[in-house]
Nanobody, 122 residues
Framework: QVQTVESGGGLAQAGGSLRLSCAASGRTLGRSVVGWFRQAPGKERGFVAAIRWSDGNAQYADSVKGRFTISRDNAKNTVYLQMDSLKPEDTAVYYC???????????????WGQGTQVTVSS
C-alpha cells in the first residue's frame, strides 16, 4: 500500500500558476498509479490527473488538458501537479492518492488525506 501526503496549495490569480507536491511512500510505489483529485465546495470529488510510476504514462481530465502537467521525481518519491493558466473554476481542495491501476484509483473507496487548498481569484 502507498501512502501519500499533499502540499503546495495556495492563492493565485486567474492565468497564474501553482505547483502541488505529493510525497509518496510504500513498497508498491514502483507498481502504482498516483493521481490527483479535487473537490470544490458543494461538488463531488473528481479526477484531475494520474501518472503511472513505472513509465510515466499520464492521463488527464478534459477540463485540465493542456493546462496541467503531472510528473514524478523517482529520486524524491514525489509526484507534482504543475497547474498553469489557472481559472477560478480550478478552486478546490486537491487530494493525492495511489493505487495499482487507474481504474482502482478512480473507483476504490478510500480514506482521503487533508488535501491542499487551491484558490484562484478572477
Amino acid at each position: 500500500q502507498v501512502q501519500t501526503v499533499e502540499s503546495g496549495g495556495g492563492l493565485a490569480q486567474a492565468g497564474g500558476s501553482l505547483r502541488l507536491s505529493c510525497a509518496a511512500s510504500g513498497r508498491t510505489l514502483g507498481r502504482s498509479v498516483v493521481g490527483w483529485f479535487r473537490q470544490a465546495p458543494g461538488k463531488e470529488r473528481g479526477f484531475v490527473a494520474a501518472i503511472r510510476w513505472s513509465d510515466g504514462n499520464a492521463q488527464y481530465a478534459d477540463s485540465v488538458k493542456g493546462r496541467f502537467t503531472i510528473s514524478r521525481d523517482n529520486a524524491k518519491n514525489t509526484v507534482y501537479l504543475q497547474m498553469d493558466s489557472l481559472k477560478p473554476e480550478d478552486t478546490a481542495v486537491y487530494y493525492c492518492a495511489a493505487d495499482l491501476t487507474i481504474v482502482a484509483l478512480q473507483r476504490t473507496p478510500r480514506r482521503w488525506g487533508q488535501g491542499t487548498q487551491v484558490t484562484v481569484s478572477s
